[in-house]
């Protein structure tokens, strides 16, 4: 039986130079919920997520996932357990086909081409993007760009998707699309999603619970409704932008 | 579409393997020779261009697999194929320990210890006087018996790696290495250890690289430190460009068409490195995915099957 608790996150810090890009952060995540991380550019939402999944070392602190300590392992090694980050400027093998890209995705899970041929299929099928297998990914439209790189995440069905302003970009219809497929990727396979993104519309609508960041420190935590009125997030956060 | 290529490539080989049976003169023997392993050193140098690293340290193992190869024939008396693959495990197994420790941090680290890697072995060279120090080491000949065939042996071997290597690059392994190129953060999100893998295409592609120098010895029966300088690898780049980097194949014409070109250069004297030099900036101005390319446009315009998964 897994733990309650997927990750922990406790009294992160990273620092670069003088600049303290993340101060002893404390969060969990919990099994099966979409948690939002939310905060302002430069809060250190993609900082966090670099040393959760292991790209760079934390200045302090630990990260637990499942109950085990992987602070400072190496990213191959953290996400063969089963966590699985994408970036925020582009996850994606350019000059690779889609079939490719999540084909690649599946190399260290599965041993034979067949079961990662079927498991490529699959995440395609589920993705909408069977079409489009054999297109090289560079010159895919940005929305399907997109869905190519959560497709490389999903394709390993990682119990932790850390995803990284996955929305940028997209359109009315592709977001909606899109947030259905998270809530499939939750609902039937039991992953549990870590979601960074600007699209307030979309974190309020698709997130269990939120945390919020601001300038690397930890601001509020809670339900959508609740952030949405806290007077800190207001000022802080909505308050400065548009 | 693949069945046409694949029936040239046999014919090709086929003619090869035949016509350097026969070959009558030395020089077109020679030649044989020269052009087989040139084609087989490029291939070498595109393996390791699939993660997007410049293997100029190629001209190292070049001589390592010579060296080696050299040593097993001249001073232990082993069989050939055993002097080959002493060759190709000497630079393969030296080529795991560079790696290691060069293809860790990104950048053009790996590029430059290897100008220093290649400089560094022409010096142990030039002061080991066992193996000739800087005259070089002389009477590395295949057994007489062989001699006659040495030629159709060297085309043979050549395929055969040829083969491996394209083999080896269109498996899922293969896939690896190009996706490294392409974003290697990427790769270590899905569980592959980007640098270990690495060091495994830098250790194949050198194992390969150390069966040319071993034949490239046996072949020239003379070697020494002056033969493996970087320019080695200048002279395969330059293969590759004009040949084109997209297909196994493109290093397969650059280094046949740009081998048996430089034999006019010959006769340029000192001016064969301008030869070189000329050859590689007519190649990326003029032929962008060079003469593989050119031929893929005038043969259909459609492309030839590269990826699987189809
Ligand atoms: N590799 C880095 N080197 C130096 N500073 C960095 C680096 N990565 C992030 N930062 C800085 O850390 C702060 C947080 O950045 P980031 O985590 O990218 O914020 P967010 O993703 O929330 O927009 C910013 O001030 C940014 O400039
Ligand atoms: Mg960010």
């Known amino acids: 039986m897994e733990p309650e608790i997927l990750l922990k996150v406790e009294g992160l810090t990273r620092h670069f130079g003088g600049l303290a890009a993340v101060s002893d952060l404390n969060f969990e995540v919990r099994r099966g919920e979409i948690l939002g991380l939310i905060g302002p550019n430069g809060a250190g939402k993609s900082t966090t997520f670099n040393v959760i999944s292991g790209f760079h070392k934390p200045t302090a602190g630990k990260v637990y996932f499942v109950g085990e300590d992987i602070t400072g392992r190496n990213p191959a090694r953290i996400s063969r357990k089963g966590l699985v980050r994408t970036f925020q400027h582009g996850s994606l093998l350019r000059e690779m086909t889609v079939y490719d890209n999540m084909l690649v995705a599946t190399i260290s899970l599965m041993r034979t081409r067949p079961e990662r041929d079927r498991r490529v299929r699959e995440t395609a099928e589920m993705l909408h993007l069977s079409d489009q297998l054999h297109e090289l990914v560079g010159n895919l439209p940005h929305g399907l760009q997109r869905m190519v790189s959560i497709a490389i995440a999903f394709s390993r069905r990682s119990r932790l998707l850390c995803l990284d302003e996955p929305l940028t970009g997209l359109n009315q219809i592709e977001v909606a699309s899109a947030l259905a497929i998270f809530r499939r990727i939750r609902d039937e396979f039991g992953s549990t999603i870590l979601l960074v993104e600007h699209n307030m519309k979309a974190v309020m609508e698709i997130c269990d619970r939120i945390v919020v960041l601001d300038h690397g420190v930890f601001l509020a935590q809670g339900r959508p409704i609740e952030i949405s009125q806290n007077e800190a997030v207001i000022s802080a956060y909505l308050g400065k932008r548009k | ?310």
């Open chain 2, 1 to 310: 579409m693949a069945k046409l290529p694949r029936a040239l490539l046999v014919a090709a080989s086929l003619c090869a393997v035949i016509g350097s049976y026969f070959s009558g003169s030395d020089f077109a023997a020679n030649l044989i020779i020269w052009v087989a392993i040139n084609v087989l050193m490029t291939a070498s140098f595109r393996f390791v261009l699939l993660i997007g690293e410049l293997n100029f340290a190629m001209a190292g193992f070049v001589g390592i697999g010579a060296y080696a190869g050299g040593i097993a024939t001249t001073m232990y008396h082993l069989p050939l194929a055993l002097a080959l693959l002493l060759g190709a495990a000497a630079a393969g197994l030296i080529s795991l320990v560079v790696g290691f420790v060069t293809l860790r941090a990104k950048g053009a680290y790996f590029l430059l210890v290897s100008f220093a890697f290649t400089e560094v072995l022409r010096l142990i060279y030039s002061k080991v006087d066992v193996i000739g120090g800087n005259s070089g080491m002389i009477g590395i000949f295949p057994p007489a018996y062989l001699a006659r065939f040495y030629p159709a042996i060297v085309v043979l071997v050549v395929l055969f790696f040829l083969f491996v290597l394209y083999r080896m690059e269109r498996s899922d392994f293969g896939k690896i290495l190009v996706a490294i190129r392409n974003n290697d953060d990427l790769v270590q999100t899905v569980g592959i250890d980007v640098h270990l893998t690495k060091v495994w295409c830098l250790g194949i592609a050198s194992f390969v690289t150390g069966i040319c120098g071993a034949l490239l010895a046996h072949a020239n029966n003379v070697i020494s430190p002056g033969d493996f300088s970087f320019l080695v690898a200048v002279y395969t780049l330059a293969y590759l460009k004009v040949g084109g980097e997209s297909h196994i194949l493109g290093a397969v014409l650059g280094a046949i068409v740009l081998t048996l070109l430089a034999q006019y250069a010959l006769g340029f004297g000192a001016y064969e490195h301008i030869f070189y030099g000329a050859a590689i900036v007519i190649g990326v101005l003029l032929l962008p995915d060079g003469l593989f390319g050119l031929a893929q446009r005038m043969l259909s315009g459609r492309r030839w099957p590269e990826g699987s998964g189809s």
